[in-house]
């Protein structure tokens, strides 16, 4: 079993910056493909980013291409989420996941067994 907890979000105007962080917690880390995923007002919760088992497989949803990027640190079971040039549309509740997906391209939600809390980013224009 893995525990997921973020860190990093918070308020900023837009064209900014933020750093998301997740600490897992286990001994199997590295078997579970990480996922970020995003859950605004009245929406469903999306998909925004992906990392498999080994850290150069990286994916991204079509909005966040270009201007986030996800990476992973396998000794340190982390997984961060670097958010560049900011837009008022990316404001949501930011949750990551992990799973044990058939394929290191995990974009579901069904894919992924255990979820954060989730942490607040709110993009001011």
């Known amino acids: 079993q893995v525990q997921l907890v973020e860190s990093g979000g918070g308020l900023v105007q837009a064209g900014g910056s933020l750093k998301l962080t997740c600490a897992a917690s286990g001994h199997t880390f590295s078997r579970y493909v990480m996922g970020w995923f995003r859950q605004a007002p009245g929406k469903e919760r999306e998909f925004v980013a992906g990392v498999g088992w080994t850290a150069w497989r990286t994916y991204y949803a079509d909005s966040v291409k270009g201007r986030f990027t996800i990476s992973r640190n396998n000794p340190r079971n982390t997984v961060d989420l670097e958010m560049n040039s900011l837009k008022p549309e990316d404001t949501a509740v930011y949750f990551c996941?992990?799973?044990?997906?058939?394929?290191?391209?995990?974009?579901?939600?069904?894919?992924?067994?255990?979820w954060g809390q989730g942490t607040q980013v709110t993009v001011s224009s």
């Open positions: 996941a992990a799973g044990s997906p058939p394929s290191e391209i995990a974009t579901s939600r069904a894919d992924y067994d255990y």
